[in-house]
């Protein structure tokens, strides 16, 4: 998952309300949104089948996470799968938010550059290690990419406006949602974040929705929660040159 917004305890009805996309290579192995098998029974979320972790995801009772990699040319790779940070939190029954970003704090620097958002039926709780933060995030509209929390990138910004109009309207259906999702324009150069990447990579990846022959939007999410811990998730996939391919809708 590279982008994400969020609104955390503002709407009348979701509790929580995520949008995002997952970049990734098109030929690295992955399953589409599911309820997990057990000894992950009660994960529902889709699955990189090269590591086994994923990038968003929930329980199906009122907890959720997602986490994104952070660009950062030079930075050590490796260490244990980021996509397990969202796996192990879902399949702890009874794991907190606040109570396992602060477990997970003092090794985070073992893992390579990540964002990892956690939230429960209480509180939403941000990490990330690169560098090192720690916070809980106040109700009201997030986002996140491939640098900071909330930093001024373009197509972050963009994503959390969209939100923002969609949280305004009543009873909305969720194209508004979709279309941010899908949204190809790209700022001027000018405007581009300076993430140390070539500038015609940077320009490339400065989309909300990346179409390429490798390397794209591989799934675009909505997962909604409501204050008992009920809603939705629904993934929508895509293949190379971002061929719509399916969508799965799970309600709990």
Known sequence: MCLVTLAWKCHPRWRL???????????????????WEPPAGGVIAGRDLRSGGTWMGTDGHGRAAVVTNVRAPGAAAGGPSRGALVA????SPGAGAGAT???LAPRAADYAPFNLLLADATACHYLGNHPLSRRALAPGVHGMSNGALEPPWPKTRRLTTAL???LALDDAPLDGLWNALADEWRPDDSALPATGIAPPLERHLAAAFIRGPAYGTRASTVLALDADGHGFICE????PGGERLDETRIAF
């Open 164 to 166: 923002e109009r969609w």
């Open 17 to 35: 309300l995520m949008a995002g996309n997952r970049d990734e290579f098109h030929d690295r192995p992955s399953a589409g949104l599911s309820r």
């Open 236 to 239: 929508r996939r895509f293949g």
């Open 88 to 91: 192990d939190y879902l399949a």
């Open 101 to 103: 970003a602060d477990a």
